[in-house]
């Protein structure tokens, strides 16, 4: 299947399970809203984690920068054009591995099952055959299941895998990528952990009976602000709208951005050998071009109270994570082309578990004026 064909239908299975709503704007004020301390100083606050009642049934118990920032920065971003990066890819995997590994569609044009390496114009990666749900899963446990923390692997293994990595694709890591990453241990405690969410989340697991690791980069526009970018919002179509930049698309009047992750996932075995490469580096981040007051973490707390404040809440929400991110963003006016340009800008990101319920629910809130932007619900 076509990378990005598999990517759009990936998306549009987070979206339909989202069913969140819609802005057409960038976040231009630069209000940097009114803190409460008065009604938070009854919260406990820790180094990176803050917790108490906002009220009866909403638990607050969630982690929280270290630092935030009092500014930061939104950031033109475009689409990379091939500039040979499919033979820079394939000489970089057979370098890792020492031998010639890399089979691509050239190599074998009518032998489907025995590619192992693609790149088109959203992705690179190299793995094993249909391990792609592997990486999507990934996607889909960030976005819906944040409790899936796994520290139980060898720091030391997985750093000497990792460095071996980033020497030998130095030259083709997108500049933006942090050099920090995170660790999935997908084990047997792991895969038990998860059928409490039913058959449907692990039916398309590609390695269940495997012990190992997806380790994950992320695109660091700013210091300690990540690029992690699902769930991406949508927007409505503008009549007469051209549609040209490849990083998004355009279905049924809503346009979308289409595979414009820029990160890279690596699958690494205990022993540390490297089975699987993925990078998504289509995205070009470029010009800064504004610099805004943000909002704190209080002020997000304050938004969060303020929208509950006249509900009764039968059953109890816990606010579990609230986290600074970069988001994709289009202009809600044309260009003199009939385009529209596309922005990163810095988001609140907030997820929540409400009783009853097998999987988290998000808020992202606009950094600049604390305006919701999605909700899950």
């Known amino acids: 299947m076509k990378r990005g064909l598999f990517i759009s239908i990936v998306s549009f299975t987070f979206c339909t399970f989202l069913t969140g709503c819609m802005r057409t704007d960038v976040p231009t004020d630069t209000s940097s809203g009114t803190k409460t301390e008065a009604e938070t100083q009854e919260l406990v606050w820790e180094d ?21 920032p009092a500014t930061a920065g939104s950031y033109r971003i475009s689409g990379k054009k091939d500039n040979g ?3 820079l890819f394939e000489q970089c995997v057979d370098t890792l591995y ?6 691509t569609r ?5 032998i489907d099952t025995d590619i192992n390496t693609s790149v088109d114009e959203t992705a690179a990666d190299y793995s094993p055959k249909g391990v792609d749900y592997d990486y999507y899963l990934g996607d889909l446990l960030e976005v819906f299941h944040p409790d899936y923390d796994h520290n139980d692997y060898d720091k030391e293994v997985i750093d000497a895998s990792v460095n071996r990595f980033l020497e030998v694709f130095a030259d083709i890591i997108p500049a933006n990528i942090t050099r920090q990453y995170t660790v999935m241990h997908f084990n047997q405690a792991f895969y038990e952990h998860m059928e409490q969410y039913g058959e449907g989340t692990m039916s398309n ?10 380790v994950r980069f992320y695109t660091e526009p700013e210091e300690n602000i990540f690029y992690k970018s699902r769930p991406e919002l949508t927007f409505a179509a503008i009549p007469g709208e051209k549609v040209e930049n490849e990083l998004t698309t355009l279905m049924e009047g809503i346009h979308y951005f289409f595979g414009t992750v820029q990160r890279i996932d690596l699958l690494i075995y205990p022993d540390g050998q ?28 304050e938004l969060l109270r303020k929208k509950y404040e006249k509900r009764t809440l039968l059953k109890s929400i816990t606010i579990s994570d609230i986290e600074l991110q970069y988001q994709c963003f289009m202009a809600d006016e044309l260009d003199e082309s009939g385009n529209r340009e596309l922005f990163l800008a810095p988001v609140w990101v907030v997820k929540y578990l409400e009783e009853g319920q097998s999987v988290f629910y998000t808020y992202i809130f606009s950094a600049t004026t604390g305006e919701l932007l999605f909700s899950s619900v």
Request: charged share 30%; hydrophobic share 40%; net charge negative.
């Open 205 to 214: 697991w590609q390695h269940m009976d495997e012990d190992y690791y997806l």
């Open 98 to 103: 020492g031998a010639d590994v890399t089979t």
């Open 85 to 87: 990066f499919e033979e």
């Open 106 to 110: 050239k190599d074998a044009p009518n």
């Open 274 to 301: 490297i089975f699987g490469i993925q990078m998504d580096n289509n995205m070009e981040i470029g010009e800064k071009i504004r610099e805004e007051a943000i909002l704190g973490v209080e002020d997000v707390i």
């Open 48 to 68: 990176s984690h803050v917790s108490g009642e906002l009220k009866e049934n909403l638990i607050l118990d969630a982690n929280i920068p270290k630092t935030v």
